[in-house]
């Protein structure tokens, strides 16, 4: 079967630093990817990565490790506006993106 | 450029009636996909079009629920007739099609579907 295991709640204050860990297992692996959603609304793309290492963009970074089957992503200088939900998706195919059942970061003030 | 749009954003049936969602991609999108996500649960796959070929429909829990995309540009989700199991949002998705497996999939908003 498919599984993605992700933290359900982090907490966090506004200028900190904070890691959401995602481990997986499925049945195929092409990359993992992040999303982030707020109020229920639409996932928005944050990131993939399909080979092994740190990928960084702006004030996230998403890491993999295949070999652990283990990705986390990273959140610097955490803003109020950071507070949403958080999914890891697994490309295990060239239909399905297979998704954890989300973190919900709060941060505060 | 608009993103994905589904219609309606919000919905309630009764119980044995017929709700069906639609959803625009982004245009130009040869992959659709329907997703959805019940209370407390994970986001799920559904389906998967390649312009208008259904390319794996593998999530598709039951045959109450059909999806079509005629002509390869918008598509409709039916559930006919809709149980209260069925509450929950639907999610549409839509990319570019190429390099299939690394090509970003965008979201719309959901429908949200409530069944009493």
């Known amino acids: 079967g498919q599984s993605l295991e992700q933290p359900s709640e982090v907490t966090a204050v506004e200028g900190a630093i904070v890691q959401i860990n995602c481990t997986y297992q499925t049945s195929g692996f092409y990359g993992l990817s992040w999303y982030q959603q707020h109020d229920g609304g639409a996932p928005t793309f944050l990131s993939y990565n399909a080979l092994d290492g740190l990928e960084e963009t702006g004030r996230f970074s998403s890491f993999l490790s295949r070999s652990d089957s283990y990705g986390y992503l990273l959140l610097q200088e955490l803003q109020m506006k950071d507070s949403a939900s958080y999914f890891c998706a697994v490309r295990s195919g060239y239909s399905t993106l297979t998704f954890g059942k989300g973190t919900m970061l709060l941060v505060s003030p | 450029e608009a993103g994905v749009t589904q219609f309606p954003s919000h919905s309630v049936i009764e119980k044995g009636q017929t709700v069906t969602l639609r959803c625009d991609p982004i245009s130009g999108h040869d992959n659709l996909y329907w997703y959805r996500r019940v209370m407390g649960k994970e986001i799920k796959f559904l389906l998967h079009?390649?312009?208008?070929?259904?390319?794996?429909e593998s999530g598709m829990p039951n045959n109450r629920f059909l999806a079509e995309r005629t002509g390869g540009t918008y598509s409709t989700l039916k559930v006919q007739p809709a149980e209260l199991e069925d509450s929950g949002v639907y999610f549409c998705?839509?990319?570019?099609?190429?390099?299939?497996?690394?090509?970003?999939?965008?979201f719309g908003e959901g429908s949200w579907l409530t069944v009493v």
């Open positions: 998705a839509s990319s570019q099609g190429r390099g299939a497996l690394i090509d970003t999939i965008y």
């Open positions: 079009f390649v312009k208008e070929s259904k390319q794996d």
